[in-house]
Nanobody, 121 residues
Framework: VQLQASGGGLVQAGGYLRLYCAAS????????MAWFRQAPGKEREFVAA???????TYADSVKGRFTISRDNAKNTAYLQMISLKPEDTAVYYC????????????????WGQGTLVTVSS
């Protein structure tokens, strides 16, 4: 499956953005989806994941502010982000895997190209 991430941009602290991850396959329904992010000079870190059945899990740093969802009819996963903070600044990547639903980046076989989110203070 090919993934196309979009929706990033520049936003002020306290603002909101919605990220999109469009998948190329009709079998999108079967994939577990996740968002990771990587800030400059830092390791890639887990943000949120949603299973093929709709179960969700979040990093503690975004819980209550970010919401992951999916629309299987549109082959798209979303990351709704509110109350953004400067420390949320990063390149955000979407990932997919048929078997694994995990907080580990190594569990996902398919990755999008990333979309940059910049939160100004």
């Amino acid at each position: 499956v090919q993934l196309q991430a979009s929706g990033g941009g520049l936003v002020q602290a306290g603002g909101y953005l919605r990220l999109y991850c469009a998948a190329s396959r009709r079998t999108f329904t079967s994939y577990n989806m996740a968002w990771f992010r990587q800030a400059p000079g830092k390791e890639r870190e887990f943000v949120a994941a949603i299973s093929s059945y709709g179960s969700t899990t979040y990093a503690d740093s975004v819980k209550g502010r970010f919401t992951i969802s999916r629309d299987n009819a549109k082959n798209t996963a979303y990351l709704q982000m509110i109350s953004l903070k400067p420390e949320d600044t990063a390149v955000y990547y979407c990932a997919a895997d048929l078997r694994n639903y995990s907080r580990s980046s190594t569990a996902y076989n398919y990755w999008g190209q990333g979309t940059l989110v910049t939160v100004s203070s």
